[in-house]
C-alpha cells in the first residue's frame, strides 16, 4: 500500500518570502501521479499542482513549483513571493497512474498548515 | 458550473444516532468519491463510485456506513448507529471518467466539496 507523509504540522513564512513544504511517500509502483492540494479555512480543496511520475521535468504553476526527486520519493512545494491569500493547510497526494478502474482513490499525507505573516 | 456541494455543512448527534450525509457532484461526472478526515489526522478514502456502481469500497470502515448512489447523481452516505470515533469532516469530490486503456496523460482531476464536519457526542 501507498503512503505519504508530511513532517511538517506548520510552517509559517513572511509575505513576499519563500517557503518549501515537505512531502515524501511510499510506493512500489513506477506510474502516478503526485498533487498538492490547499485548503484555504472554511474553504473548499484546490488542486494547487500535478506531477507526472514518468516526467522528469519539474511542475510549475506560477508561483508554485515542484522539487520531484523519484529515486528518493520526495516531492516538496515551493510557494515564491508568498502572500497573505496563500494561507491554507496543504495536503500532499498520491494516485495510481494504473489504467485499471478501482485505482483512482487519492492517498493523502496529514497536511501542513501555512500561515503567511504580514 | 457549479462545483460539488455537500449536505449539511455541519452536524451534530450523539452516539447511537443515525446521520446521513449528502453530495451532490459535478453534472456530468461519473466518478464519485467519498473521503474522511478525522481530526489532526490524513484524509482517508472511504469509497469510488462509478455511475451508480461502486467501484472500490476499501476504505469503508465498518458495516456502520452504508454509501448509495441511486441513478448515478448525487450520493448519500448513512452512518447507522454512530460511534465517537466517527467523528471528523467527510469530504466528496467528483471527476469525469477516465477510460481504461488510455494513455497515462489521462487523468482527471477529483474536484472536492467543502466537506461535512460530523460531531459525534
Known amino acids: 500500500a501507498q503512503t505519504v507523509t508530511q513532517s511538517q504540522p506548520e510552517m509559517s513564512v513572511q509575505e513576499a518570502e519563500t517557503v518549501t513544504l515537505s512531502c515524501t511517500y511510499d510506493t512500489s509502483e513506477s506510474d502516478y501521479y503526485l498533487f498538492w492540494y490547499k485548503q484555504p479555512p472554511s474553504r473548499q480543496m484546490i488542486l494547487v499542482i500535478r506531477?507526472?511520475?514518468?516526467?522528469?521535468q519539474n511542475a510549475t504553476e506560477n508561483r508554485f513549483s515542484v522539487n520531484f526527486q523519484k529515486a528518493a520519493k520526495s516531492f516538496s512545494l515551493k510557494i515564491s513571493d508568498s502572500q497573505l491569500g496563500d494561507a491554507a493547510m496543504y495536503f500532499c497526494a498520491y494516485r495510481s497512474a494504473s489504467r485499471n478502474f478501482g485505482n483512482e482513490k487519492l492517498t493523502f499525507g496529514t497536511g501542513t498548515r501555512l500561515t503567511i505573516i504580514p | 458550473e457549479a462545483g460539488v456541494t455537500q449536505f449539511p455543512s455541519h452536524s451534530v448527534i450523539e452516539k447511537g444516532q443515525t446521520v446521513t450525509l449528502r453530495c451532490d457532484p459535478i453534472s456530468g461526472h461519473d466518478n464519485l468519491y467519498w473521503y474522511r478526515r478525522v481530526m489532526g489526522k490524513e484524509i482517508k478514502f472511504l469509497l469510488h463510485?462509478?455511475?451508480?456502481?461502486?467501484?472500490?469500497e476499501s476504505g469503508m470502515p465498518n458495516n456502520r456506513f452504508l454509501a448509495e448512489r441511486t441513478g448515478g447523481t448525487y450520493s448519500t452516505l448513512k452512518v447507522q448507529p454512530a460511534e465517537l470515533e466517527d467523528s471528523g469532516v467527510y469530504f466528496c469530490?467528483?471527476?469525469?471518467?477516465?477510460?481504461?486503456?488510455?494513455?497515462?496523460?489521462?487523468?482527471?482531476?477529483?474536484?472536492f466539496g467543502p466537506g461535512t464536519r460530523l460531531t459525534v457526542l
Open positions: 469530490a467528483s471527476s469525469r471518467l477516465t477510460l481504461a486503456g488510455g494513455p497515462p496523460s489521462s487523468y482527471n482531476e477529483q474536484f
Open positions: 463510485f462509478v455511475k451508480e456502481s461502486k467501484q472500490d
Open positions: 506531477q507526472e511520475a514518468y516526467k522528469q
